[in-house]
T-cell receptor
Framework: EAGVAQSPRYKIIEKRQSVAFWCNPI?????LYWYQQILGQGPKLLIQ????????DSQLPKDRFSAERLKGVDSTLKIQPAKLEDSAVYLC??????????FGPGTRLTVL | AQSVSQHNHHVILSEAASLELGCNYS??????LFWYVQYPGQHLQLLLK??????LVKGIKGFEAEFIKSKFSFNLRKPSVQWSDTAEYFC??????????FGKGTMLLVSP
């Protein structure tokens, strides 16, 4: 069974630029999550999708972050414009329901 | 809001030493508890989980954890660590349909 796929693996941008991350969940997993993991901390949930609907986006900074999950499969997370404090690893995870979450390799974002 | 506290940020052990990593959570209701591990250069992987039943849970690679409801704890143990156990360990909790909350992680370094 293929795992959660993410791209790119690394991204370096300057502040005020925009960036987008892509995630392909495990086949058949209805729930998809985006997390932000800042160095030295545990992952923090940004947004949770159930199929293509948003379940929880209470911790998503909506003035600069956006996410979509078209057709209930792949998802993209966008930051526009980026700030220095957005430097982090962005993790995508998926699960069948509210069961165990399976994580992708993450995208390491550096904002200069 | 629920929170997760991991007692040690860094642990250094010699091979064959016993391991216990502490985890406490704040939520008083029914909870699901997880330990995830991140080996160097790899993505987060599930080590073990507790949903209900026997409070002593066995996971992969000889790890186990004990859920003590009265202490709001879910400590991770391994009787004899190996060099290959060097990794970062995250405790996480959710309740029902609530989002998964992670601790800050414990970096374990096992010296050969």
């Amino acid at each position: 069974e293929a795992g959660v796929a993410q791209s790119p693996r690394y991204k370096i941008i300057e502040k005020r630029q925009s960036v987008a991350f892509w995630c392909n969940p495990i086949s058949g997993h209805a729930t998809l999550y985006w997390y932000q993991q800042i160095l030295g901390q545990g992952p923090k949930l940004l947004i949770q999708f159930q199929n293509n609907g948003v379940v929880d986006d209470s911790q998503l900074p909506k003035d600069r972050f956006s996410a979509e999950r078209l057709k209930g499969v792949d998802s993209t997370l966008k930051i526009q414009p980026a700030k220095l404090e957005d430097s982090a690893v962005y993790l995508c995870a998926s699960s069948k329901s509210t069961d165990t979450q399976y994580f992708g390799p993450g995208t390491r974002l550096t904002v200069l | 809001a629920q929170s997760v506290s991991q007692h040690n940020h860094h642990v250094i052990l010699s091979e064959a030493a016993s391991l216990e990593l502490g985890c406490n959570y704040s939520y008083g209701g029914t909870v699901n508890l997880f330990w995830y591990v991140q080996y160097p250069g790899q993505h987060l992987q599930l080590l073990l989980k507790y949903f209900s039943g026997d409070p002593l849970v066995k996971g992969i690679k000889g790890f186990e954890a004990e859920f003590i409801k009265s202490k709001f704890s879910f400590n991770l143990r391994k009787p004899s660590v190996q060099w290959s156990d060097t990794a970062e360990y995250f405790c996480a909790v959710n309740s029902g349909y609530s989002t998964l909350t992670f601790g800050k992680g414990t970096m374990l370094l096992v010296s050969p």
